[in-house]
Structures are given as structure tokens and as C-alpha cells.
């Protein structure tokens, strides 16, 4: 067991080290950039679930940086057949100088950085997803000039994206306005702790969310691992989509943004994925800058 920094939740970076990634990932993006915090080290992703967004950019990002990114699928390497997390943590701390995983269980993650001797990233659980708000704070502080005075709308499932939200809002200082379904609202415990660090307000209504927000973002409406329940929850969040008579409740100047990927016709319509608005590509392609500005705080010596 250690004390080597890990990244699993957003507040796992103090405000000021957060102000700081993002000025750091500013300065990677602008071309020019060729410091090489990663050479000579090797991260290991493991996933166990599918991803596009974040494997790439993950693997693109240590490249160039100087590093060097090693995909694990968790069906190919023991862990897949019970080697234990904490035997992994040890045995992968003894090669790579850091880990990113996605995987299901919240828990898990948490097992495993506290037997690597390596900082630990979360590429996604079942509870967070705090790379993704990452780069969508970054892309709001692109689009909007900052988050100060800026209030974001969440529309859908309180997933893990909106627990990574609330921990962002928390941390932050922002207003965050939650439209969720009775039976999908998000973690309780995240709720009431960051409900007394900012104005969080947790609604039914789409519209009561997204009237005058900034932002409005929005999800799948079945996760990864819930692909079973798609068809009740179909049923449970009719009248979650973020269309554009929604946009249009929001301030005039209000970006679309989802982590993708989108369910067009679902959580949102065709128009305002593809409208002036939405912000995802840009989205997207921030999770590179980002994770770089992380790995670089995190693995660099
Ligand atoms: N948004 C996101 O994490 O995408 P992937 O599932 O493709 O990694
Ligand atoms: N909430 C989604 C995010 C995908 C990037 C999921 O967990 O599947």
C-alpha cells in the first residue's frame, strides 16, 4: 500500500490543482507543444468495458507526450479470470509508472489503487467518469469563458456522469440543475455533499433544468452493463429529450454538450446534435488534451 496520487473522483485534485490542469491542457493543445513529460514511461489501460473516445485518446495522448500506452482487455489478461485486483495492482505496479481502467465496479477501483504503487486513473465506472467532466469543463471554459456565474443543466439519467458532474460542480462553484426521473436521480451521498458546497437543484422537469442554464447536457439513457433494462428505460425517461424547443428554454448563447456515445432520437434530436450549439466534438477531442495535462500531473517525475 502507498501514497502515490490517484485520479478516481474529481475532488481527488484540490481547486487550485484543477485550475491548473486545465491551463496546462490550454497550453498542450496550442500547436507548438512538444515537451515530453511521459519519456521512457508506460501507462497500462485496462477495460473492461467497450470504449472509443477514451482508449484512443488515452493510448495518443502518452505517444505524444514521449510515453508509451499498453491496451489491456480485462478478458485477455488474468484479472479476467479472478486473478485478484489487489495481486494485479501489485504485480502491474512493478512494470508501468501508471494505470487508467474502466470497469464496473466502483469498488474495484478503489481496491486497486490502494494496492498499486502507481497513480491510478478512473477511465470510467459504474459511479464516475471524471476524465469525461475533464474535458467538458474545458469546453466550457473554451466556449463560455469559464464556469464562474455560469449555471449547467443535466437532462436524464443520474449516471455517472452526473455524479462526476456534482463533483465538479462542488469543487467549482457552479450551479448545476439536475432533471431526472423518479427511481434514476443520482448517488445519494455525492448529492447531499456536494449540495452544501454549491447550488445543486434536482428536478422531474427538463424544462425547469434548462431554463436560462449555459450548458445543457445530456446521456444515455442505458449505460454500459444495463443494456437489459434499455427497453424500461425508454419508458421511464419519455420526455428526457434534449430537442430544440428545450435549447430554446436555455440562455440564448447555451452549448449542447454528450460524452457520446449519442442515441439520436432518444436523449437527444438529430437537430440539435448536428446544430450550432452542440459543442460534442469539440467535447470529444478535449478528452486528449486533458488526459495529457493529467498524466503529465500524475506520472511525470
Ligand atoms: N465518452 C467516452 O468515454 O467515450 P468512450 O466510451 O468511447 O471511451
Ligand atoms: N454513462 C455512459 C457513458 C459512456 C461514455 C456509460 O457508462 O455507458
Same mark, same amino acid.
Given at each position: ?20 490542469? $486545465? ?19 508506460? #501507462? ?13 485518446? $488515452? ?43 474502466? %470497469? $464496473?465496479?466502483? =469498488? ?6 490502494? $494496492? ?23 469546453? @466550457? ?11 449547467? =443543466? ?11 458532474? #456534482? ?13 431526472? *426521473? ?7 451521498? @455525492? ?9 445543486? %437543484?434536482?428536478?422531474?422537469? *427538463? ?33 428526457? @429529450? ?18 457520446? *456515445? ?31 495535462? #493529467?498524466?503529465? %500531473? #500524475?506520472?511525470?517525475?
Amino acid at each position: 500500500m502507498s501514497s502515490t496520487r490517484h485520479f478516481l473522483a474529481i475532488p481527488d485534485l484540490s481547486r487550485p490543482e484543477l485550475l491548473t490542469l $486545465f491551463d496546462l491542457a490550454s497550453r498542450m493543445k496550442r500547436p507548438g507543444y512538444a515537451d515530453k513529460p511521459l519519456a521512457g514511461k508506460t #501507462l497500462g489501460m485496462i477495460f473492461a468495458k467497450s470504449s472509443t473516445r477514451t482508449r484512443v485518446s $488515452f493510448e495518443v495522448g502518452a505517444f505524444q507526450l514521449g510515453g508509451h500506452a499498453l491496451f489491456l482487455s480485462s478478458r485477455d489478461i488474468q484479472l479476467g479470470r479472478g486473478e485478484p485486483i489487489r495481486d494485479t495492482a501489485r504485480v502491474l505496479s512493478g512494470y508501468l509508472d501508471g494505470i487508467m481502467i474502466r %470497469t $464496473f465496479d466502483h =469498488a474495484d477501483i478503489e481496491e486497486l489503487a490502494r $494496492f498499486a504503487s502507481i497513480p491510478v486513473i478512473n477511465g470510467l465506472t459504474d459511479l464516475l467518469h471524471p476524465c469525461q467532466v475533464l474535458a467538458d469543463l474545458l469546453t @466550457i471554459r473554451e466556449s463560455l469563458g469559464g464556469w464562474e456565474g455560469k449555471v449547467v =443543466a443535466w437532462v436524464g439519467d443520474g449516471n455517472n456522469m452526473a455524479n462526476s458532474w #456534482l463533483n465538479a460542480a462542488g469543487m467549482l462553484g457552479f450551479e448545476l440543475r439536475l432533471a431526472c *426521473p423518479a427511481g434514476y436521480t443520482p448517488n445519494q451521498e @455525492i448529492l447531499e455533499r456536494n449540495r452544501k458546497l454549491t447550488k445543486v %437543484t434536482l428536478t422531474a422537469d *427538463p424544462r425547469e433544468a434548462v431554463r436560462g442554464a449555459h450548458a445543457v447536457n445530456t446521456d444515455v439513457w442505458a449505460s454500459m452493463g444495463q443494456e437489459q433494462e434499455q427497453e424500461e428505460r425508454a419508458r421511464a425517461f419519455q420526455g428526457y @429529450i434534449v430537442d430544440q424547443a428545450l435549447m430554446d428554454t436555455a440562455d440564448k448563447g447555451a452549448i449542447f454538450l454528450h460524452c457520446l *456515445p449519442a442515441h439520436r432520437g432518444e436523449e437527444v434530436s438529430e437537430a440539435v446534435i448536428e446544430g450550432e450549439q452542440s459543442r460534442v466534438w469539440n467535447q470529444a477531442e478535449n478528452r486528449l488534451h486533458v488526459q495529457k495535462a #493529467l498524466m503529465a %500531473t #500524475l506520472m511525470a517525475t
